[in-house]
């Protein structure tokens, strides 16, 4: 692994149905985000977290959640998954050692809810 | 609010210059960033500016005015491959990035 992976690719799910998306990142960056990117809009923050152990809500996060039991990953769970929630999700890490604690980002789920 | 600002698509020649704006209003302010995404794909870091000036890199250049909440992105020679959206960030005084919604590039041969 070389960077921050992403799982599935892509989904499409039944409105109601319980969803995880997958985020590993092999940097050992202490900190994790996940956006949600929609046409015509910026990237949107759901859920943060700046350590293993904490984490934070961005500026979107009913409907989601997210856990961080060690440092590689960062799960983004949808209890009951709504059409509104179709998106692509990106994951990303960063550094906050570093003085420009710069976000890279995993290659996306594309998530379509029926 | 917090907001950021940017040309929805612009369109350049092969070969030519774009520059491509940015503002931005944020409560507190901790760095500029651009990144460039291609159709498909993941954002990709291109910049960053903290101060005010000029960062060169190469073909892409980034400026930073924190008293008008301004930057641009300046590309050069351009080539084909550069066609993308362009995605401008801003960092708030919680550490949080705000996003514009991107501009897209075309580039026409």
């Known amino acids: 692994i070389a960077g921050i992976t992403q799982a599935p690719t892509s989904q499409i799910l039944a409105a109601g149905r319980r969803m995880t998306l997958r985020c590993t990142q092999d940097m050992r960056h202490n900190a994790m985000y996940w956006y949600r990117q929609d046409l015509g809009l910026g990237l949107r923050l759901i859920h943060y977290s700046n350590t293993a152990g904490t984490t934070g809500k961005g500026e979107v996060p009913d409907g989601y959640s997210v856990s961080r039991a060690n440092t590689d990953d960062f799960p983004l769970t949808l209890a009951s998954a709504v059409p509104s929630q179709t998106s692509v999700y990106f994951c990303a890490s960063s550094d906050t050692g570093d003085s420009t604690d710069t976000q890279y980002f995993g290659p996306g789920t594309r998530l379509t809810v029926l | 609010g917090q907001n950021i600002d940017q040309p929805t698509e612009m369109t350049a020649t092969e070969g030519a210059i774009v520059q491509i704006n940015c503002t931005y209003q944020?409560?507190?302010?901790?760095?500029l960033f651009w990144y460039q995404q291609h159709a498909g794909e993941a954002p990709t870091f291109l910049s960053y500016n903290v101060l005010d000036g000029l960062e060169e890199k190469g073909r892409f250049s980034s400026f930073l005015s924190r008293s008008k909440g301004y930057s641009y992105l300046l590309l050069k020679e351009l080539q084909m491959k550069d066609s993308a959206s362009y995605l401008c960030?801003?960092?708030?005084?919680?550490?949080?990035?705000?996003w514009g919604a991107g501009t897209k590039l075309i580039i026409k041969p």
């Open positions: 960030a801003a960092r708030d005084s919680n550490y949080q990035l705000i």
């Open positions: 944020t409560s507190g302010f901790n760095g």
